[in-house]
């Protein structure tokens, strides 16, 4: 009982420890369903998305009739009745001390100088800016999922690779421990193959400790506790395939980027925001109607303590004759704003065309390097097997063979390295010209 909760005990302070740790095994599209769904970053880009979509709707109902109401009451002092006499009669007109009044007032823009159109214009387009956004932000997610979860496999295959070049040089080392016992083999020999296993140790522990910080960040970006311990179920299968053309590419990210049709709603959106500063040198016309329910009602002669109702209809012009250069200075505003997304854009264009072009040459550059890196493996895995053979018919040093055996333990490193690379050159290539989806 008490080992138990001695052990409880300890897996609740060492949160990574392998005894205490979960364990979940994932795909990468399980990965990244996980991560779209926890993530908080992309939850506040979809709210502003959301916030700009309400901010849209609030703008364009300014177009459509407008409907208020107002009810009151008022106590008025009593006065003396006024009366006046029209022969042959004495007519009064009596003091109605309370006044219950009731309005309805609709009000229909009827030209404001496309102020109105414009600004809903604005807004609509900001709102679909705010929508490539999210869409941008979703893209730049996956990737990080995506890297996060191919750096846990490239470190996970490490450590495998350093635990069994551990073991390899153990056995080494029993071997020429073996050969100095018969006095085939020095001291100096045996030292030699000592240090190699601390080395190899040391790296061995390395790669422990890489495949823990990868597993922390991979757990981070997919929002699952930090402890636990994930299992690659995807495997890394690269193509050597490279697309052809790199202007199409290019053509290709210009065309289905969210970033820059996000750009381009901001230019539209800048647009109409002239539009709408301009509109102040033009009037304005309204259309307004009232409906009046009051007790007494005051176009009623002479009055009556009783409710009766009265209605107009009219039309109301509005112009600004002179107001200090305001919509002069908000017209220059306006422009310089239009400017600036147009040339934001234009940068964009331009940045979006390098980085297309880093992409693609490093999808090149990786795929060379794989294939590089399977020639290296299988070079040196033959070396080691012919050295061990010569090193067993002591036709070679021991120094070859552990050279030979650290030689083939890097090519293997490498061509780890080179598919992880690749596989991630790929998903940017595919971020960069917009075609990166879960």
Known sequence: MKSSKFLMTACAILGFSVACAQERSLTVDESIALGLEHSKSLHASTMRSQYADAKSSEVSASLYPTLKVQAGYQRLSSIPTFSIYIPPTLVSFPVVLNNYTSRATI???????????AAAD???????????????????LVYDIRAAYWNVYKAKEVRRLADENVLQIKSHLEDIENMLKQGSATMNEVLKVRVQLSNATILQSDAKNNVLIATIAF???????????????????????????????????????????????RVKAAEAGVTAAQSG????????????????????????????????????????????????HQTSEARSQYEEAKDGLGSLRDEITLDVTQSYLNVQQSSERIQLAKLTVEQAEENLRVTKEKFTAGLTTNSELLDAEEAALQSKIQQTQALVDFELAQAKLEQTIGELHP
Not at 107 to 117: H, I
Not at 233 to 262: N, W
Request: hydrophobic letters at 35%; a negative charge; aromatic letters at 12%.
């Open 107 to 117: 009000q229909q823009p009827l030209f404001t100088g496309w102020k109105l159109q």
């Open 122 to 140: 604005n807004a609509a387009y900001s709102a679909n800016a705010a929508h490539s956004d999210f869409e941008n932000d979703r893209a730049a």
């Open 219 to 265: 757990n981070s970006v997919i929002g699952i506790p930090l402890q636990t311990e994930v299992g690659i179920a995807s495997p890394l299968t690269p193509t050597s395939s490279v697309p052809a053309k790199l202007g199409d590419l290019v053509d290709r990210a210009m065309t289905q980027r969210s970033d820059v049709q996000g750009m381009e709603w």
């Open 281 to 328: 040198w033009l009037p304005q016309l309204y259309l307004t109607g009232d409906y009046y329910y009051d007790r007494p009602n005051p176009r009623i002669f002479p009055a009556k303590d009783e409710y009766k109702d009265s209605w107009d209809v009219g039309v109301s012009l509005q112009f600004d004759v002179w107001d200090n250069l305001t919509t002069v």
